[in-house]
Every structure is written in structure tokens, then in C-alpha cells.
């Protein structure tokens, strides 16, 4: 079973960077669509970015395009979130998840989750 562990959130201010991880382990990476997600307080979950593991195409959320870019390292089994020009409402919990299917920006959309990292933008 595919199992997602993300790190690399902190505390950064308004204008920031920050690369998030995604390592997996118990199945090869890139078998598998991953898709990243955030939450903030009292929002609900919505989809930021997704790379195919079909057609190898990236996607990106409206309100992040320009700002973040999705890759993958299958050497190291792991994909990453580079963040750049960091506003405060991009503050919250960030996760990544895996399916076998072509990206969805849905929740329900992806079988396996990671447990989250907090990224939190502020002066």
C-alpha cells in the first residue's frame, strides 16, 4: 500500500519561499498521480496542483498558477512543491495524495493521503 509522508512547511513572510516534500514508500511513485492539497482554518480542503502519472502533464489551481511548480524526483520516489512569492492567504495545512486515475481536484477523487505540513505566511 502507498503510503505519503510531506515535510518542508514553516513560518515565512509575505514575498517567501518554500520547497515541500512528498517521499513515498511501499509502491513506486511514479505509478501514480499525485496531487497536492491545502486547507486553512475553517475552509475547506481544495486542490493547488497535480502531475499525471498518465499523460505527464502539471496542473495548477487559478489562484497559484505562476506562483508554485509541481515536480518529481523517481529516483528518490519523491514529489516536490516549489512555492515562491508567498501571500498570507496561502497559509494553511498542505497534503499530498496518490491515485492511479488522471488528476482531480476533488478529495474523494484520491485513495492515499499524507498527514500534512503547516505552511503559515505572516509578518
Known amino acids: 500500500q502507498l503510503q505519503l509522508v510531506e515535510s518542508g512547511g514553516g513560518l515565512v513572510q509575505p514575498g517567501g519561499s518554500l520547497r515541500l516534500s512528498c517521499v513515498a514508500s511501499?509502491?513506486?511513485?511514479?505509478?501514480?498521480?499525485i496531487a497536492w492539497f491545502r486547507q486553512a482554518s475553517g475552509k475547506e480542503r481544495e486542490g493547488v496542483s497535480c502531475?499525471?502519472?498518465?499523460?505527464?502533464?502539471?496542473y495548477y489551481a487559478d489562484s497559484v498558477r505562476g506562483r508554485f511548480t509541481i515536480t518529481r524526483d523517481n529516483a528518490k520516489n519523491t514529489v516536490y512543491l516549489q512555492i515562491d512569492s508567498l501571500r498570507p492567504e496561502d497559509t494553511g495545512v498542505y497534503y499530498c495524495a496518490g491515485d492511479d486515475r488522471l488528476c482531480k481536484w476533488t478529495v474523494n477523487g484520491y485513495d492515499y493521503w499524507g498527514q500534512g505540513t503547516q505552511v503559515t505566511v505572516s509578518s
Open positions: 502531475s499525471s502519472s498518465r499523460d505527464g502533464s502539471a
Open positions: 511501499g509502491d513506486t511513485l511514479d505509478s501514480y498521480t
